[in-house]
């Protein structure tokens, strides 16, 4: 009975051999999909029954603005360190995103969550022995435990591969570091690890062995509360778990707190990426982030004056991506001008004000007659796309009940947007990574 039962075990694990050559990756796997949590959900393990909605609205605002650090950190070509004198403190919370990712790590396997991030580059966890860790809900993972922990060494594939790696000693053992730049960062060793990730469709698993790792034994999180033990990078970078798993098609849908609750994220075969009509073009550029052409965004039909250039990816600029860990859209500066502008115009029969929770940029009272079926029609204009945003996607109510615009000002820099979960709830998202393809699409999360 007993060898039965580890017999259809086994038989139910995948397993996808990434070689650390990363030459000719075999995948005995087509497809497969993890649910995601939000982090605020009962489901959750950072659930925290206690917290209002004004604390988790301020929660997600900051974390919006923390992003904005960790991105502007990303695109300075990595020489602010927490070494350096341009390093900035601000004390405001890092953990980033609002949906988790549950998934084992090493042999045995060992449960664990990470921030669902498409922004990150590399996978890390908090890692033993800790010279300094962050609180966190479950036990701190300890590598001496695992069979298939390996550490990378300073000239080897992996450590050239993996993003954020550096040498101290050019024959030692090969670090990394990534930089939130409010005093929160990870340090550790860069290694190679076995993750196996539950899958929702087939209720089997699926394990993928050498996948490069950050193993954090120096982190500190700024954030109130527990934070994540870590973060699952999905970028499209080669150290991203994207790019380790040679499956060239990603997808996720994530459903407002209306509409359901299955969130998910599918690789491969899974993947759901939608007609030709929903389409528009992933562009390739320098920070390996999903960024998009945008052409102009309207409202009522009436096309904002916004320079092209404002959304372009030119030399060092970050033109349009789509983030998972950012919670609202965070616009340009020119463009963001024009746009609270337009906005202001086409409500003009309703007075603003002011967000009790300052976040938002433009608030309606509710008591005023402001109603969502008199808000204008925004669209924003990707290169073959028009994409509207539904209203639950635009608006948001405040802790005190007024009605909020949920997108803000990119204040890090005005070289690029940042297109955000808020605007992406109830959207099929489809990366076609070997045509460079996504496809955006209104549904029901199913
Ligand atoms: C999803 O919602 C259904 C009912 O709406 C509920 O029974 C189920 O427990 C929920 N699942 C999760 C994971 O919250
Ligand atoms: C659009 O903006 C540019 C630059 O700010 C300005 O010169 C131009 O007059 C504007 N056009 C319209 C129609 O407002």
Not at 8 to 19: E, G, H, N, Y
Not at 47 to 65: E, M, Q, V, W
Not at 358 to 376: A, M, V
Not at 402 to 431: H, K, P, R, W
């Amino acid at each position: 009975m007993a060898s039965t039962l580890i017999f259809s075990l086994v038989a139910l694990i995948s397993i996808i051999t990434v070689p650390s050559s990363m030459s000719s990756p075999k995948a005995s796997v087509k497809g497969f999909e993890v649910r995601l949590i939000h982090r605020d959900s009962p489901a959750s393990p950072l659930y925290n029954p206690r917290a209002t909605r004004a604390d988790l609205i301020k929660s997600s605002g900051r974390r919006t603005i923390a992003r904005q650090n960790y991105f502007n950190w990303l695109m300075s070509n990595k020489t602010w360190s927490r070494y350096s004198s341009s390093y900035v403190w601000a004390p405001i919370d890092q953990s980033p995103g609002d949906y988790i990712m549950r998934f084992k790590v090493g042999t045995p396997e060992v449960e664990t969550f990470g921030v669902f991030d498409t922004g990150s580059h590399l996978t890390w966890l908090q890692c033993e022995p800790c010279e300094q860790c962050f609180s966190q809900t479950i036990t701190i993972y300890n590598p001496a435990s695992s069979q298939s922990y390996e550490k990378a060494m300073c000239g080897s594939v992996v450590c050239n591969t993996a993003s954020g790696a550096r040498c101290p000693n050019p024959k030692g053992e090969c670090k990394y570091e990534i930089n939130y730049m409010d005093g929160s960062f990870t340090e550790g060793d860069v290694a190679t690890e076995t993750i196996t990730l539950e899958d929702d469709g087939l209720s089997g698993s699926i394990s993928l062995q050498n996948i490069i790792i950050g193993c954090g034994h120096s982190n500190v999180d700024t954030t109130a509360g527990y934070p994540a033990p870590g973060i699952v990078g999905l970028s499209r970078q080669p150290s991203s778990l994207v790019s380790q798993i040679p499956l060239h098609r990603v997808s996720y849908c994530i459903p407002s707190k209306y509409k359901g609750n299955h969130s998910s994220v599918r690789f491969g075969s899974a993947a759901v990426i939608k007609e030709e009509e929903t389409q528009t073009s992933l562009l390739s550029g320098q920070y390996g982030l999903y960024q998009l052409s945008l052409e102009g965004i309207s409202i009522d039909g009436t096309l904002l004056n916004i320079s092209r250039s404002v959304f372009d990816m030119t030399g060092d600029r970050g033109g349009v991506f789509m983030d998972s860990a950012t919670t609202f859209t965070l616009l340009a500066f020119d463009a963001f001008i024009e746009f609270k502008l337009g906005m202001m115009n086409a409500l003009s029969d309703f007075k603003p004000v002011t967000d009790v929770d300052g976040l938002f940029p433009l608030c309606y009272d509710y008591h005023s007659g402001f109603r969502l079926d008199i808000t204008p029609e925004i669209v924003f204009h990707f290169t073959g796309l028009d994409f509207p945003l539904g209203d639950e996607n635009t608006w948001i109510m405040n802790s005190e009940g007024n009605l909020c615009l949920a997108m803000g000002l990119n204040e890090g820099s005005s070289d690029y947007t940042i297109f955000g979960m808020y605007q992406q709830q109830n959207v099929n998202v489809g990366y076609d990574l070997d045509n460079n393809i996504v496809s955006l699409k209104y549904g029901d999360c199913e």
